[in-house]
Every structure is written in C-alpha cells, then in structure tokens.
C-alpha cells in the first residue's frame, strides 16, 4: 500500500492536530494522583479503590483497541476521532457533577473507551502520512500524549487552591478536547480515507508468538507508566510534600519523559537496531526506582528525572519495534493496536497491585521493588528483537 502524501503545509496543519489530540490522552488520569487525598477526604475511597480510577481507563484502552481498527474502516479514521474526543470531554466535563466513587469510576471508563479509540488509529495514520519519518513523528505524538499528563499533574492542584473543588481541578481538562475537536474537524478535507489493504478482514495476531512477545513487552513497559502516573503523587505526600508540590513533582516527571520522547526516537531514527537505546533506557528506569526506595528524602529531583528520562523514551520505543517488523501501514497498525490492546490490559493491573500493596504493607516501596525487577525482565526480553530476523518473526 502507498504512503498517502500531502503538501508541506497540510503536514504542519495535519501534525499540529494530531498533537492536540494527543493532548488529550491522559489528563483524565494524571489529574487524579495529584488530588487523591482532598478526593479520599470527600468521597470514600481505599488507596485499591482509588487504583480502579487508573485501572479501568487502561484496561478500557486495552479492550477498545481490539474494535477501534473495525470502527476506523466503518466510519473513517477522521470522523471516529472526532466522536472519541466527544467522548473524552462529555466524560472529563461530568466530573464536575460527580458524588460517589462509582460515578467517578465510571467517567474514567468512558473516557478511557475514547483514549483507546484514538491509540488504535493513530500510528497506522502516521505511518502512512509521515511514512519518510515514522519515528520521529511518533516520537512527537507519543511525547505529546505525555505533555497532557504532564499539564494535568502540574495544574490541576493549582486549580483545586484558585477554585477550593478537587472536581473543577478533574473537569477543567474537557477545553483541552475542545480544542482539538475544533482544529481536528477543521483537518476533514486533509483526510480522505485510507486506501485498503484488501477487502478480506482484519488481520489476527492472535497466533503471533512475535505479537505476544511485542505485546507483552509493551505492556510491562505501560505498567511502569501507569504505576508511577498513579501513585507518585500520592508515595511523595505520604513522605510530607504537599499536594502541590507532590503534582509539581509528577509534573517535572512528565516533562522529563516529554524531552525523553523527542529526543530518543530521534537518536532511534538513525539506527535500524535499536536494542541498545531501549537497553538503556530500561537502565535508567531501574537506577530511577532504586533511588525512590532507598533515598526517597535526597536528590528528590533526581530520581523522578531519572524514571521520567526512561519511561518516556520507553514508551516510544515500545510502539517504534512493533512498527518496524512491518512495511505496510494497514497492517503494522492491526499489530500496534493489538500490541497495545493486549499490552494496556497487562498494564491496567500495575496501579491495583500497587494499591493493595500499599493497603496491606502500608507503604509502597514493595510496589517499586517489584517494577525494577520487571525492567530486569525486559532487558532479557529486548535482547531478543534483532531487527534482521524482523520478516521472519511476523509472516
């Protein structure tokens, strides 16, 4: 299948779009950590039942990205967008009206239905209209993605002091899908549909040993992710930081992870084997984790930068191999959405483990402990992703 080119202008146009949708991808759940404790003070929550607010988005991503390939090819990639991120901001915007746990729980599900639906999409969108420069422009939407988690973690307990509402600091984020709703609709003469790769169905992965092992590397990496978004903020409160300074903490993270999104893909960009800039990155991730356990009150900067600089790159990293085992985009995005189907359910359990950890041991040290050993795990794992053995691996 052709890469479907555009002009110069439509690119920047095109590319600009696609960041704001990204935008929109985690300040549902990164503005949650920060406020946990005025949350737990309002509606009656146990740190497990608190990890359900991170769990079910990602397990809903997860379980979305099995149908979001379907709902692309019925409706358009343009127009099933435009409903996910109608989705994401009627589900972000009820928060403001919520007064229990489960109405609470229940938007974070639906606007994880929407988050799916665009990750389902968009790297087979990018890797047909950016097709000369895959890595770098998903570098840039997935740093993008990490930029809104890092908006939401910075501001939201800022909006909580100016406006006294935990719910406003939650509801506030729905502009932001506002705003890309308006620039993505205004791309809709930019995006005619995709050419088909063929008429029979979807290609299953299903029997793909090499898909299970992209899949559950990805997911491993997602748990980290999800982990950290989930209960760093709240890890840093228990160690006397005040919810503000807590979310400025994960904010910093965040931003970290957003330079690390730019700049790893681009270094990647240069190699076809990139085993050893995911090997280190992995590195970074377990000395960042070995500094959160061991020396929690020191250099307090320096382990979220260390965990923020290897997660962020991770995260790239992870979607980057599974686009590169395929040439044609139709199907190098049914592997990344299986990849990443199969992947956010793996990932989804990380913040509840951590959770019931942190109810029974009363701390959550053991909880980072068990995530260094699953970045030793996925040092063996990356070994195995030798790029000229790529065709022979996915048929």
Same mark, same amino acid.
Request: charged letters at 10%.
């Given at each position: 299948?052709?890469?479907?080119?555009?002009?110069?202008?439509?690119?920047?146009?095109?590319?600009?779009?696609?960041?704001?949708?990204?935008?929109?991808?985690?300040?549902?759940?990164?503005?949650?950590?920060?406020?946990?404790?005025?949350?737990?003070?309002?509606?009656?929550?146990?740190?497990?039942?608190? /990890? &359900? $607010?991170?769990?079910?988005?990602?397990? %809903?991503?997860?379980? +979305? !990205?099995?149908?979001?390939?379907?709902? *692309?090819?019925?409706?358009?990639?343009?127009?099933?967008?435009?409903?996910?991120?109608?989705?994401?901001?009627?589900?972000?915007?009820?928060?403001?009206?919520?007064?229990?746990?489960?109405?609470?729980?229940?938007?974070?599900?639906?606007?994880?239905?929407?988050?799916?639906?665009?990750?389902?999409?968009?790297?087979?969108?990018?890797?047909?209209?950016?097709?000369?420069?895959?890595?770098?422009?998903?570098?840039?939407?997935?740093?993008?993605?990490?930029?809104?988690?890092?908006?939401?973690?910075?501001?939201?307990?800022?909006?909580?002091?100016?406006?006294?509402?935990?719910?406003?600091?939650?509801?506030?984020?729905?502009?932001? /899908? &506002? $705003?890309?709703?308006?620039?993505?609709? %205004?791309?809709?003469? +930019? !995006?005619?549909?995709?050419?088909?790769? *063929?008429?029979?169905?979807?290609?299953?992965?299903?029997?793909?040993?090499?898909?299970?092992?992209?899949?559950?590397?990805?997911?491993?990496?997602?748990?980290?992710?999800?982990?950290?978004?989930?209960?760093?903020?709240?890890?840093?409160?228990?160690?006397?930081?005040?919810?503000?300074?807590?979310?400025?903490?994960?904010?910093?993270?965040?931003?970290?992870?957003?330079?690390?999104?730019?700049?790893?893909?681009?270094?990647?960009?240069?190699?076809?084997?990139?085993?050893?800039?995911?090997?280190?990155?992995?590195?970074?991730?377990?000395?960042?984790?070995?500094?959160?356990?061991?020396?929690?009150?020191?250099?307090?900067?320096?382990?979220?930068?260390?965990?923020?600089?290897?997660?962020?790159?991770?995260?790239? !990293?992870?979607?980057?191999?599974?686009?590169?085992?395929?040439?044609?985009?139709?199907?190098?995005?049914?592997?990344?959405?299986?990849?990443?189907?199969?992947?956010?359910?793996?990932?989804?359990?990380?913040?509840?483990?951590?959770?019931?950890?942190?109810?029974?041991?009363?701390?959550?040290?053991?909880?980072?402990?068990?995530?260094?050993?699953?970045?030793?795990?996925?040092?063996?794992?990356?070994?195995?992703?030798?790029?000229?053995?790529?065709?022979?691996?996915?048929?």
């Amino acid at each position: 299948m052709e890469n479907v080119r555009a002009t110069p202008t439509t690119a920047i146009w095109l590319m600009i779009s696609v960041v704001l949708v990204a935008l929109n991808l985690r300040p549902s759940m990164a503005a949650v950590g920060p406020l946990l404790s005025s949350i737990r003070g309002d509606v009656p929550l146990s740190f497990s039942g608190a /990890a &359900l $607010l991170t769990m079910l988005p990602v397990m %809903a991503m997860g379980l +979305a !990205m099995f149908f979001g390939i379907g709902l *692309g090819k019925r409706f358009g990639e343009h127009r099933s967008i435009v409903l996910s991120l109608g989705v994401i901001g009627l589900a972000t915007l009820s928060r403001l009206f919520l007064d229990s746990a489960l109405e609470l729980i229940v938007s974070a599900i639906a606007a994880g239905v929407g988050i799916a639906m665009i990750q389902a999409l968009m790297p087979a969108l990018i890797k047909t209209r950016f097709g000369d420069n895959v890595s770098l422009f998903m570098g840039l939407y997935v740093t993008a993605i990490m930029g809104g988690a890092a908006l939401a973690a910075s501001f939201a307990p800022f909006v909580q002091v100016q406006t006294g509402s935990w719910r406003v600091g939650l509801a506030i984020w729905a502009a932001l /899908a &506002l $705003l890309a709703l308006v620039f993505w609709y %205004a791309q809709r003469a +930019a !995006m005619p549909p995709l050419p088909q790769a *063929g008429s029979g169905a979807q290609e299953s992965f299903f029997g793909n040993r090499r898909a299970w092992l992209l899949a559950i590397f990805f997911g491993l990496g997602t748990a980290s992710y999800t982990c950290v978004l989930a209960w760093l903020a709240p890890y840093y409160v228990e160690q006397g930081l005040s919810e503000q300074n807590a979310g400025l903490l994960l904010g910093f993270l965040t931003a970290m992870e957003v330079v690390s999104g730019l700049v790893t893909p681009a270094i990647a960009n240069r190699r076809k084997d990139k085993r050893r800039v995911v090997a280190v990155l992995l590195v970074l991730i377990i000395l960042g984790l070995c500094g959160l356990i061991l020396m929690p009150q020191h250099l307090h900067l320096l382990w979220p930068c260390l965990l923020g600089l290897g997660i962020g790159g991770l995260f790239p !990293m992870s979607l980057i191999l599974s686009l590169d085992h395929l040439d044609n985009p139709r199907r190098a995005g049914g592997l990344t959405a299986f990849v990443q189907g199969i992947g956010y359910l793996i990932a989804s359990l990380s913040p509840l483990i951590a959770g019931m950890i942190r109810d029974q041991l009363g701390s959550f040290e053991w909880a980072w402990w068990s995530l260094t050993a699953v970045a030793v795990v996925m040092l063996l794992i990356v070994t195995r992703f030798n790029p000229t053995h790529y065709a022979r691996h996915i048929q």
